[in-house]
């Protein structure tokens, strides 16, 4: 600051005020935001004499009685009022609350990019579907159940797109294999749940595979099926799959019926993002700020 003060002077007078509970010491008057006297840092050994800074050789008076310490006027930048310290604090307020908002600005700008990208992509999963053999003894009636017939029968949903809008049609394909060693049979019927809607039944597939075959099935679905009807975030489609599963081998017949379920992200149409616009908002902004900035730059090189 000058003067022989420290750079921190500021920080530290304040901390006078508050240390002696913005009282001046010798009268008792207050300041700050419970009274209207000016506090200013009084050095209780004198600069002159060799009196420091720290806060040990400080104490907080009022304008007035500090004037009587020293027989004659005092003030400027090195005794700052309230005044200056009330604004010193709106400053270091406004300062905590743009970075607040800042900081929020960039939360809310990463999750925009989420939604944007990718705009689309083929999505797909496969998983499982366990089953048991059970073979029954004609002459007796007995059934003897086979825990492990062999490997599980695997089915994957493909989604060729997954951007899907409420009036447009979205293509789904199934493929059903067979690893095992037996002659696999049945059916496949499979649900969808959009989010927490319901939307019944998509389609049921018959299948009759040898060893180690697969089946590929494509369908056409409306979107609506696939989507909610509302939500900011990437929506989802559940697929529930109810299975009959016989296999015929040896005259033995097994069956086992299981219900499981996947999840594929479902995104919405590019403009139908919330994001999209924030960012077209947050383009603009800056696009008009910047044209601003250099608008007064330009005037300021004129001027000189």
Same mark, same amino acid.
């Given at each position: 600051?000058?003067? #022989?003060?420290?750079?921190?002077?500021?920080?530290?007078?304040?901390?006078?005020?508050?240390?002696?509970?913005? !009282?001046?010491?010798?009268?008792?008057?207050?300041? #700050?935001?419970? #009274?209207? &006297? =000016?506090?200013?840092?009084?050095?209780?050994?004198?600069?002159?004499?060799?009196?420091?800074?720290?806060?040990?050789?400080?104490?907080?008076?009022? =304008?007035?009685?500090?004037?009587?310490?020293?027989?004659?006027?005092?003030?400027?930048? &090195?005794?700052?009022?309230?005044?200056?310290?009330?604004?010193?604090? &709106?400053?270091?307020?406004?300062?905590?609350?743009?970075?607040?908002?800042? &900081?929020?600005?960039?939360?809310?700008?990463?999750? @925009?990019?989420?939604?944007?990208?990718?705009?689309?992509?083929?999505?797909?999963?496969?998983?499982?579907?366990?089953?048991? #053999?059970?073979?029954? *003894?004609?002459?007796?009636?007995?059934?003897?159940?086979?825990?492990?017939?062999?490997?599980?029968? $695997?089915?994957?949903?493909?989604?060729?797109?997954?951007?899907?809008?409420? $009036?447009?049609?979205?293509?789904?394909?199934?493929?059903?294999?067979?690893?095992?060693?037996?002659?696999?049979?049945?059916?496949? =019927?499979?649900?969808?749940?959009? *989010?927490?809607?319901? !939307?019944?039944?998509?389609?049921?597939?018959?299948?009759?595979?040898?060893?180690?075959?697969? =089946?590929?099935?494509?369908?056409?679905?409306?979107?609506?099926?696939?989507?909610?009807?509302?939500?900011?975030?990437?929506?989802? @489609?559940?697929?529930? @799959?109810?299975?009959?599963? /016989?296999?015929?081998?040896?005259?033995?017949?097994?069956?086992? !019926?299981?219900?499981?379920?996947?999840?594929?992200?479902?995104?919405?149409?590019?403009?139908?993002?919330?994001?999209?616009?924030?960012?077209?908002?947050? /383009?603009?902004?800056?696009?008009?700020?910047?044209?601003?900035?250099?608008?007064?730059?330009?005037? @300021?090189?004129?001027? $000189?």
């Amino acid at each position: 600051m000058g003067d #022989g003060y420290p750079s921190d002077w500021n920080s530290r007078r304040k901390k006078i005020y508050k240390r002696d509970n913005y !009282r001046c010491q010798e009268c008792g008057s207050l300041g #700050g935001k419970r #009274g209207n &006297a =000016k506090l200013h840092a009084h050095h209780i050994k004198p600069k002159s004499e060799g009196g420091s800074h720290r806060q040990g050789n400080l104490k907080t008076v009022c =304008k007035s009685c500090h004037e009587n310490i020293h027989g004659h006027g005092v003030g400027g930048s &090195a005794t700052s009022s309230s005044g200056n310290s009330d604004q010193q604090d &709106a400053a270091e307020m406004l300062i905590t609350i743009v970075l607040m908002a800042c &900081a929020t600005i960039l939360v809310i700008t990463l999750i @925009a990019f989420g939604q944007v990208l990718p705009a689309g992509e083929t999505v797909t999963e496969d998983y499982s579907i366990d089953y048991i #053999g059970m073979s029954e *003894n004609p002459d007796t009636g007995d059934v003897t159940y086979d825990y492990n017939p062999g490997p599980s029968l $695997n089915v994957q949903y493909e989604l060729s797109d997954n951007v899907i809008s409420q $009036n447009d049609e979205a293509q789904l394909t199934f493929k059903i294999h067979n690893p095992s060693n037996n002659d696999i049979r049945g059916n496949l =019927k499979v649900k969808v749940r959009a *989010n927490y809607a319901n !939307r019944g039944e998509l389609s049921e597939i018959d299948f009759d595979l040898s060893p180690g075959q697969s =089946k590929v099935v494509s369908i056409t679905s409306p979107g609506w099926k696939f989507i909610a009807n509302s939500g900011p975030h990437p929506r989802t @489609a559940t697929f529930g @799959a109810e299975s009959q599963i /016989f296999t015929e081998q040896y005259k033995e017949i097994g069956t086992h !019926r299981q219900s499981d379920e996947m999840t594929l992200e479902v995104r919405k149409p590019f403009f139908d993002r919330l994001g999209v616009y924030w960012l077209i908002l947050l /383009f603009a902004s800056l696009t008009y700020g910047s044209y601003k900035l250099w608008g007064r730059r330009s005037e @300021a090189i004129n001027r $000189n």
